[in-house]
């Protein structure tokens, strides 16, 4: 008889018990005559606190055998005890069944990886005694590590029966039947006493989750049950206490996402004053928010939506923390909304007796992946499978500048890989995949299938190379001094005092504006029109196949929106979002430095810098210099300065998010010159089709906070248009 392990992620192992196998079916172990009672089962017998979490909880090292007389009571007495050591799958039980009456039935208890002295089990007299019986894990949540007290294995508990099913109530059955030479079969499904808990942590998009140096994220379990009856369907009254602080195996951190993983007997806290009784997994995350760093933010998150932990039950819980949590551990924020799901922690019934009864099934622990900043990874990705495994790439793309979903070149696809260990069916599976070089994030859909004909899984990958660049859609724009003194800003979705459009206001030596006319410094607002200003407020008013957009100006006729006509058909009203992970020889990476204005410093130190994440205003925040009293000013005065990041200061864009909401973004400024230089290096020039960036910098000349920026690509490859100076206002944003 041949034995396999089968392990599905996040379920439980089966048992199946055989009494009785014939001689030649015995394992080497087995030195009895026929009529032993053998146990045959499907599971590893392991006590590695490095073993995967699948084979793990899988795990039996032995059994305790119970026998009771079948004699109608409720308290009905031991027959016989004995802990079965295992080898290769196998237990054999030292007394032979010919030992028990014929004819006549029993009840079969077995326990798998109790602690319990052998001793105080060889106490129990009846089944009533064995009920009793508790189990203490102090250190059940991190059962498996190599931490001090932590079990290495999980108590479980099961009654044998016969046939192929399980009855839906257990029941006594027959040992012996008074022919020697007949074997008895039986079955037995063992369930954990533990529950699993699985809590995901997702990074909203106003946090930075921070980690290393004085950061020290790590979690706590509070009112962790830590006892449990041996035998289930025994009301539960575990012993609760507080776990200390955590940051193991179990703890798995990233900048976007986080996640938790612990065991945890059953518990009952639906009566009674819940909030006192509850388990609650709680977690400290040092995180930068709006530009503030919060060193240790405490969120208690209820693992279990009805109140309760029971028995082999698997419990997932996700959230998103997208703000600062509480400084003191002893009162956590709660945090809402939570998405619960609970479910049975179980394997498929495992029958023993031949490979042609196998279960045939197919098991990957993720659906998706990120391989930052490298080609190859052979960590994440777990598999368990009925048998050899075949992976394919179904799909290779990229979003280019546009937006526009690109598949990769057939030369770049042949070299992205997912293989495993030939023969293998279970472990890690290898994903190969050279960093894309053209500065965008690739995404790779695997599809993974077996030969048993199991339902497929598909693993979408995301690859980051060093540095990539991303893009969003635009929606308008305007500017938040846009507003008199009691009314609201006027925006393309308010009508607020209808200022639109923004003007220099000129001292003129004549009727109008000539080049003697001198800048007051203030401005002129205008209100219902389109027509005048050095900057108007913008709309997206089409969108096109190809990603480009139809700009026009919008104004507000009284109580009425008006958008014009679009003033450029086919342009690019996109946002990009530039990440960098490294410093170089030309400029250095860290946020820069602001002044107490909120303006980006001038310093020759500042201008060096270059912020590892951030956001270039789209073609709605474009400024014609060439009119609105700008037209006769000095390109290189501190006048013209003043004016591009007052700008900057003022502008506010907005677009849509992925459910249509409107998100604003109102914290531009002026770039470093580093940051200007590194826009003009990735836009490629005029003439190329460049894959993350578009030709945003097209003018000869850009403003930086410490002065004017030459931009020679505008020079080689432009049209000829070389005194133009611009600007582009750039945002710091969370990195992601």
């Known amino acids: 008889m041949k034995t396999r392990l089968y392990s599905l992620t996040s379920l439980l192992c089966c048992v199946a018990v055989m009494v009785g196998c014939s001689h030649n079916e015995i394992d080497p172990v087995a030195t009895n005559a026929e009529g032993s009672i053998v146990f045959n089962f499907a599971a590893s017998s392991t006590t590695r606190a490095t073993v995967e979490h699948e084979s793990l909880e899988a795990a039996v090292n032995y059994l305790d055998v119970f026998i009771f007389e079948n004699d109608g009571s409720t308290i009905p007495p031991k027959v016989h005890y004995e802990r079965v050591t295992t080898s290769a799958g196998r237990a054999v039980l030292g007394k032979q069944r010919s030992s028990f009456d014929a004819d006549k039935s029993y009840w079969v208890y077995l326990l ?3 602690t319990i002295a052998t001793s105080e089990l060889e106490a129990v007299a009846t089944l009533a005694d064995l009920k009793q019986l508790q189990q203490y894990d102090y250190r059940i949540h991190v059962t498996g590590l190599n931490i001090e007290d932590a079990p290495q294995s999980f108590l479980m508990d099961g009654v044998a029966y016969k046939g192929s099913a399980e009855p839906s109530e257990p029941s006594a059955i027959q040992l012996y039947d008074g022919n020697f030479a007949e074997n008895t079969e039986l079955s037995v499904v063992l369930r954990r006493a533990a529950a699993k808990i699985f809590v995901t942590i997702k990074r909203g998009k106003n946090v930075e989750f921070l980690r290393g140096g004085e950061y020290f994220p790590g979690y706590y379990v509070h009112n962790l ?16 206490r507080y776990s200390d602080k955590n940051s193991n195996e179990y703890f798995v951190w990233s900048e976007d996402l986080i ?3 612990a065991y945890a007997y059953s518990h009952d806290f639906s009566t009674g004053s819940i ?6 997994m709680v977690v400290d995350i040092p995180m930068k928010h709006n530009g503030t760093i919060y060193p240790n933010n405490y969120y208690q998150i209820p693992v279990s939506k009805n109140h309760k932990l029971e028995r082999n039950s698997y419990y997932a819980v996700t959230v998103v923390i997208n703000a600062p949590g ?6 956590p924020i709660e945090v809402e909304p939570m998405v619960y799901d609970t479910a049975e922690w179980k394997d498929v019934y495992v029958s023993v007796g031949g490979e042609s009864d196998a279960p045939k099934y197919l098991n990957v622990n993720r659906e998706e992946m990120e391989m930052r900043y490298i080609s190859t990874d052979s960590t994440q990705l777990y598999f368990a499978s009925s048998s050899e495994i075949t992976i394919s790439v179904e799909e290779a793309y990229y979003y280019n500048k546009m937006g526009v979903r690109v598949d990769v070149d057939s030369a770049t696809r042949n070299q992205i890989k997912g293989s495993v260990q030939h023969g293998e069916l279970t472990g890690n599976i290898t994903i190969t995949s050279p960093l894309p070089t053209n500065k965008t994030i690739r995404y790779i859909k695997f599809v993974i299938t077996n030969e048993d004909g199991s339902t497929p899984r598909s693993v979408l990958v995301a690859q980051y190379p060093l540095e990539y660049i991303t893009n969003i859609q635009s929606w308008y724009s305007y500017r938040d001094d846009f507003k008199d003194d009691n009314t609201a800003v006027t925006t393309y979705e308010h009508v607020g005092s209808r200022e639109t459009a923004i003007s220099l206001e000129m001292q003129t030596s004549g009727s109008s504006w000539n080049s003697t006319s001198t800048w007051t410094g203030n401005y002129t607002y205008h209100k219902g029109t389109t027509s005048s200003g050095f900057w108007r407020s913008k709309v997206v008013t089409n969108t096109n196949a190809d990603g480009s957009s139809s700009i026009g100006y919008y104004y507000w006729d009284n109580n009425n929106r008006v958008a014009t006509a679009s003033a450029e058909t086919s342009s690019n009203a996109r946002i990009y979002h530039i990440r960098i992970t490294s410093t170089s020889s030309e400029y250095k990476l860290g ?3 602001l002044t107490a204005d909120g303006y980006t410093d001038p310093s020759a130190e500042n201008a060096l810098l270059v912020s590892p994440s951030f956001m270039i205003a789209s073609r709605l925040g474009f400024v014609d210099s060439t009119t609105g009293g700008m037209q006769n000013m000095d390109k290189d ?7 591009v990041r007052d700008h900057c200061a003022n502008y506010v864009e907005v677009y849509k998010d992925e459910d249509g909401k409107a998100v604003v973004l109102d914290d531009w400024r002026l770039p470093t010159e580093a940051e200007l230089s590194i826009i003009i290096n990735y836009q490629g020039t005029k003439g190329s089709n460049a894959d993350a960036i578009d030709y945003l910098l097209n003018a000869a000349y850009y403003w930086s906070a410490s002065g004017r920026v030459y931009n020679p690509k505008e020079e080689k490859y432009g049209s000829g248009s070389n005194n133009v100076t611009a600007f582009r206002c750039i945002r710091d944003a969370v990195a992601k």
């Open 259 to 261: 996640t938790v993983m």
């Open 225 to 240: 049950p830590c006892s449990t009856p041996l035998l289930a369907g025994v009301a539960p009254d575990a012993d609760l």
């Open 591 to 593: 946020n820069p430095k």
């Open 112 to 114: 798998a990886n109790c």
């Open 326 to 331: 509480a400084e003191d551990v002893s009162q």
């Open 275 to 280: 909030m006192d009784r509850r388990t609650t």
């Open 637 to 643: 005065s501190n006048e013209f300065r003043d004016i």
